[in-house]
C-alpha cells in the first residue's frame, strides 16, 4: 500500500515552454500532497504544500506565480513550471499524506526535469 | 542555520557489518522522526518512523532518538550490497495545519561485498 505514481518520469523541455508533472496516490486518498526540488548532491527542499480544493502554501522563495500546484482530487496534484529556464532543471518529487492514522509521507519516484 | 545537520559521508563498509548513520537537530518544535532511503535518480522510501526517544526495531533496522540531545540515529546489522544508497533523516513540525518534513542531505552508503 501507498504508493505514489510521478509522470512523466523524465522531461526535456526548450527554455520558455512550460512543463506539467503529475503525482497521484494509488491506493489511498490523499488530504495533503507536497512538492519537492532536489539538486544534485542535494537534500529535498520543500517547494509547497497542497491540500485538496485549496490553493497551495508556497514556501519562502519559491513564486508562485512560476510553479503552479492544482489539487483538484484527493488523488491527484500537478505541478506546472512555467516559462521554464535552465536553472529551473532539477529533480522533482512529491509526496503524499492521507491524513489518516500517523504522518508519514509517502513519496513518488521523482521527475527530472532538464531544461535546455 | 541549518534545521538538520547529517553526517555526509560518503560512507564504505564491507558485507555483514553494523552500519551507524547520524543526525542533529535545533528545533524543539521537531515531533515526529523518520530515515529515508533512497536509490539513485528515485523518490525516497520510508523505513522508519518514530516520535518518541528511545529504540524502534525492524528487522535488521534500528532507528534510536534522543530528543535531550536533539540526536537521532539508524543503526543497520548485517548490511548488505543492496543497502547501499543515500540515506536521509528527516523530521517534521506542524505548520498551517500541515506536518512539514525537514531533511538532512543525506548520507551515501556503499556496502562492499
Known amino acids: 500500500g501507498a504508493v505514489v505514481s510521478q509522470h512523466p518520469s523524465r522531461v526535456i523541455c526548450k527554455s520558455g515552454t512550460s512543463v506539467k508533472i503529475e503525482c497521484r496516490s494509488l491506493?489511498?486518498?490523499?488530504?495533503?500532497m507536497f512538492w519537492y526540488r532536489q539538486f544534485p548532491k542535494q537534500s529535498l527542499m520543500l517547494m509547497a504544500t497542497?491540500?485538496?480544493?485549496?490553493?497551495?502554501?508556497?514556501e519562502q522563495g519559491v513564486e508562485k506565480d512560476k510553479f503552479l500546484i492544482n489539487h483538484a482530487s484527493l488523488t491527484l496534484s500537478t505541478l506546472t513550471v512555467t516559462s521554464a529556464h535552465p536553472e529551473d532543471s532539477s529533480f522533482y518529487i512529491c509526496?503524499?499524506?492521507?491524513?489518516?492514522?500517523?504522518?508519514?509521507?509517502?513519496f513518488g519516484p521523482g521527475t527530472r526535469l532538464t531544461v535546455t | 542555520q541549518k534545521e538538520v545537520e547529517q553526517d555526509p559521508g560518503p560512507l564504505s563498509v564491507p558485507e555483514g557489518a553494523i552500519v551507524s548513520l547520524n543526525c542533529t537537530y535545533s528545533?524543539?518544535?521537531?515531533?515526529?522522526f523518520m530515515w529515508y532511503r533512497q536509490y539513485s535518480r528515485k523518490g525516497p522510501e520510508l523505513l522508519m518512523y518514530?516520535?518518541?526517544?528511545g529504540n524502534k526495531e525492524d528487522g535488521r533496522f534500528t532507528a534510536q532518538v534522543d530528543k535531550s540531545s536533539k540526536y537521532i540515529s539508524l543503526f543497520i546489522r548485517d548490511s548488505q550490497p543492496s543497502d547501499s544508497a543515500t540515506y536521509l533523516c528527516?523530521?517534521?513540525?506542524?505548520?498551517?495545519?500541515?506536518?512539514?518534513?525537514?531533511f538532512g542531505k543525506g548520507t551515501k552508503l556503499t556496502v562492499n561485498p
Open positions: 509526496s503524499a499524506h492521507s491524513g489518516a492514522g500517523g504522518n508519514e509521507q509517502y
Open positions: 491506493d489511498f486518498q490523499a488530504t495533503t
Open positions: 497542497s491540500n485538496e480544493g485549496s490553493k497551495a502554501t508556497y
Open positions: 528545533n524543539s518544535a521537531f515531533q515526529y
Open positions: 518514530t516520535y518518541s526517544s
Open positions: 528527516a523530521m517534521s513540525f506542524s505548520q498551517g495545519g500541515s506536518e512539514k518534513l525537514v
